[in-house]
């Protein structure tokens, strides 16, 4: 059994499995069951219903719970029923301040749905969280960060959001997804709730849709998980398999993202026909100095425009690779690349896109566990 004494990598493969009690497997089975048999109405070996409790689940919520050195896990059957369920502490009347630089799905839920029943959210840069009291009123429940953010790589002060959001008694939200509990660890700066897709790197291997929140406040995990149960946004015992299986390898995989994220980074700046290359990494990247306080390293995610800016151009490199794969999501271990503008962030009207500084021409980058010379050579025919 681990502990929080141990090393993070020693708890990314032990945390929340304990070996089968009936046939001493060491990696959790598949509790493959909807139902449970009771020996009494109400007696039973504390599960009842799969929607409320499975035993593959439980195992994979004690994991997250211990990577991201917090008390409770819930898991989701995708980061936006995560978010959904975060959502639903609010009430209406209630409003949110929310980072201006944030995954599309994450704009489109919150402007689309919860803002239908008088929920209001204020988009603002947290570049400088000084920026954030001037929007707080009594009306304000919930700060709900990103960082890195997804797609321009903008780098939040976590603690002193947290600061700030406790001086006025709100909910302090981080989405943790591009980061990892590897990278970064949110509840350990302040923040109440961390939010993962755990579709992306927790997963690892594109092969599972998934979601999770882990906190330390009783009060909140009763409630999320009141709301986990009532509303039923529950992953299946083989997703929970899939990721549980996933974190076992999570550190190795981030070790090789940010070593070849740290080269193709440093290879998209030495082209002269790139433009702007956004990495956490670099020391000029603003709030640099942050990151390096706040992670423990920078990632695989990149972002660049091309000197020749036009949406055309842009295209032209999408179609071009040959090792990055043009689709969705990120986080695997296979290399992707995408069009934020048409695809992860299109629920985002342009003119708001363009303010906030994602251009029509912006590529972003998931840079994988490939070699990192063969990455290389196919962003250089690529790009041409």
């Not at 630089?101 to 570049?127: E, P």
């Not at 002060?157 to 406790?166: E, K, T, V």
């Not at 920078?298 to 071009?320: E, H, P, Q, R, W």
């Amino acid at each position: 059994m681990t502990n929080n004494k141990h090393k993070l990598a020693t708890r990314l493969i032990h945390a929340g499995v304990e070996p089968d009690p009936t046939t001493g497997a060491i990696m959790t089975p598949i509790y493959q069951t909807s139902t449970y048999v009771q020996t009494a109405p109400g007696e039973h070996k504390g599960y009842e219903y799969a929607r409320t409790q499975n035993p593959t689940r439980t195992a994979l919520q004690n994991a997250l719970a211990n990577i991201e050195n917090g008390k409770y896990g819930l898991c989701f059957g995708s980061g936006m029923a995560a978010t959904d369920a975060v959502a639903k502490l609010l009430e209406p009347g209630d409003e949110v301040i929310v980072s201006n630089d944030l995954y599309g799905g994450t704009y489109r839920i919150f402007t689309k749905v919860f803002a239908a029943y008088g929920i209001k959210f204020h988009f603002i840069s947290m570049a400088d969280a000084a920026n954030i009291e001037q929007y707080v009123n009594d009306s304000t429940k919930m700060l709900w960060v990103e960082t890195p953010t997804n797609p321009l790589l903008n780098i939040i002060d976590i603690q002193a959001c947290a600061n700030i959001a406790r001086k006025h008694r709100l909910i302090t939200v981080v989405d943790n997804t591009f980061a990892s509990p590897y990278l970064q660890n949110p509840l350990d700066w302040g923040a109440d709730i961390v939010l993962h897709s755990a579709t992306k790197y927790l997963g690892g291997h594109s092969d599972v849709v998934h979601g999770a929140l882990v906190m330390n406040d009783a009060t909140l995990e009763e409630k999320l998980r009141f709301i986990q149960n009532t509303c039923g946004a529950v992953p299946g015992p083989h997703d929970c398999w899939l990721v549980l299986r996933g974190i076992k390898t999570l550190h190795v995989r981030m070790q090789r993202h940010c070593e070849n994220g740290e080269a193709i980074a440093n290879y998209l700046r030495g082209n002269n026909k790139v433009g702007k290359v956004l990495w956490v990494g670099f020391e000029d990247h603003p709030n640099h100095a942050i990151a390096r306080k706040q992670m423990r390293g920078f990632g695989g995610m990149i972002s660049f425009t091309l000197k020749d800016d036009n949406i055309d151009a842009a295209l032209s490199v999408l179609k071009n690779t040959k090792l990055f794969s043009l689709a969705e999501s990120l986080g695997g271990v296979e290399s992707l690349i995408g069009h934020p503008a048409t695809m992860t962030h299109a629920a985002i009207p342009r003119e708001d896109r363009i303010k906030n500084g994602l251009v029509d021409s912006l590529i972003r980058l998931s840079v994988g566990i490939e070699d990192k010379d063969d990455l290389i050579e196919d962003l250089k025919q690529a790009i041409g």
